[in-house]
């Protein structure tokens, strides 16, 4: 029996970044072609303050982990370990974003949501990772 490990190559973690692209894009047509705001009574103004706080923490957060785990002198497992995790930051606070617009209306924390998340997966690509 074979003792290699088994890892995730380039093709799958672009196909990852794919499906959860496609994911977030979904959500957000749905947001927005559908939107008729929930009655929840949570002030607008709060929770785009919120998404705000979550999008800067998240894209900083995407920076210093490219920084310290994609670089060059890192291995493989790190490079693909930092992609993935640039990606939840990126989605996470995608799906915030969208979540504060479904319950509130405001379409400017979609929009904004939904251009760091394009901005992150433009600037951190699965492919640059492994090439690092």
Known sequence: MSNSRSSVGPQALTAVYVALAVGVLLYAAVVLVVLDPLDSGVDSTVMRFT???????ATLSAGIIRGRLGGASHGEGQARTAAIVVWA???????????????????????????????LWLRYPPRRFLES
């Open 89 to 119: 930051l990126a989605e996470g606070q995608a799906l915030i974003g969208l979540t504060v617009t479904l319950l509130t209306g405001d379409r400017v924390v979609a929009f904004g949501a939904l251009a760091i998340f394009v901005w």
């Open 51 to 57: 998404w705000l706080a979550v999008a800067v923490v």
